[in-house]
């Protein structure tokens, strides 16, 4: 397929404002970036400053607190699903090396007796910082609402119903992480960085943060390509499920946070991934139309969002 978006600049922008007035032609430009990187970038997402400023506020006071403070957030045997996940304790799938980060998840707020709360706990409040969760779940409700469009042009790019993927993520697992990688004001530990490369677990990822350099993605050829967007931009990435539902049309592709230079050691580095997920019960099973005699079915074996999650959660060692 054409690289629609250019080999010197891979990762150009496309204007979700395109989207309003040529949806085709958004789909196709930001489609053939996904097929080809795994990742594409989005300008002009239409997010409210505001909310994103006053939850990136929160989350700079609560790691700011002492690590015994955040530490007392921390749900033991969570998985890592709600609350705290302290400093070195992610590892990425097939390393030894831990990351250098910490974080907090917040995930979908269910109505009581809801079928999936057994499966999604509740969120945890910050008690010691005002209107925590008020902050932190607006930016979650507007990250799940821009998720959806994309999914909508993903669903048109892939050729099948646009509203296609509504369901399949109607309640969906989705979490929030407002991440955090300290400044290094001391050599790291060998062989560790910021994240290991990685591929995400879930549907896809929206992320903000990523103009502070890092973040890198690597090519069909092992080459590690930078991304580092315009301010207002928002990075979306293809995550294993669906990668998995397309037969790898999409692909999944392994990326990395690594180290910072020298000169901004000393500046710590925040970024909130959104990872969108399908509903658990949601039976992950290959689209007809990505297989082919030339691309047979890779994944025969159907399976459902929440086992497919169990299962990448205890590879990272989160449970």
Not at 45 to 55: E, F, N, R, S, Y
Not at 151 to 156: C, G, H, P, R, V
Not at 203 to 230: H, M, Q, S, Y
Not at 238 to 262: A, C, F, Q, W
């Amino acid at each position: 397929m054409t690289d629609a978006v250019g080999a010197s600049t891979p990762f150009e922008p496309v204007s979700m404002k395109l989207r309003e007035t040529d949806p085709q032609a958004f789909a196709q430009a930001l489609g053939d970036s996904f097929q080809r990187y795994g990742f594409g970038v989005v300008a002009d997402h239409g997010l409210d400053q505001t909310v994103i400023d006053t939850a990136l506020e929160k989350a700079r006071a609560f790691f700011a607190m002492s690590d015994a403070e955040k530490r007392s957030y921390h749900i033991a045997g969570g998985g890592g699903q709600r609350g705290y996940i302290p400093f070195g304790q992610e590892i990425a799938k097939g390393f030894d090396a831990i990351d250098l980060k910490e974080f907090w998840h917040i995930g979908r707020e269910l109505p009581p007796g809801h079928p999936y709360s057994d499966v999604m706990p509740p969120n945890v409040d910050v008690d010691k910082i005002a209107n925590w969760h008020q902050a932190s779940y607006a930016m979650y409700d507007a990250l799940d609402a821009l998720g959806g469009q994309i999914l909508a042009s993903i669903a048109t790019y892939l050729g099948i119903e646009e509203n296609w993927f509504a369901d399949t993520v109607r309640d969906g697992n989705s979490v929030l992480r407002l991440l955090h990688y300290p400044a290094q004001t001391e050599p790291p530990p060998e062989g560790s960085v910021r994240a290991a490369e990685h591929g995400d677990i879930n549907v896809i990822t929206l992320l903000l943060g990523a103009e502070e350099g890092g973040l890198e993605v690597k090519d069909r050829d092992g080459t590690w390509l930078p991304i580092n967007p315009p301010p207002n931009c928002i990075v979306v990435n293809m995550g294993d499920m669906l990668e998995r539902l397309t037969n790898n049309y999409l692909p999944s592709t392994l990326h990395r946070v690594v180290n910072p230079k020298p000169e901004r050691a000393r500046f710590a580095r925040y970024s909130t991934p959104f990872f969108l997920h399908f509903r658990p019960d949601f039976l992950i099973e290959t689209l007809d139309s990505c297989i082919s005699d030339d691309t047979p079915n890779a994944y025969p074996e159907p399976i459902t969002a929440n086992d497919f999650l169990m299962q990448r959660l205890r590879e990272i060692n989160l449970i």
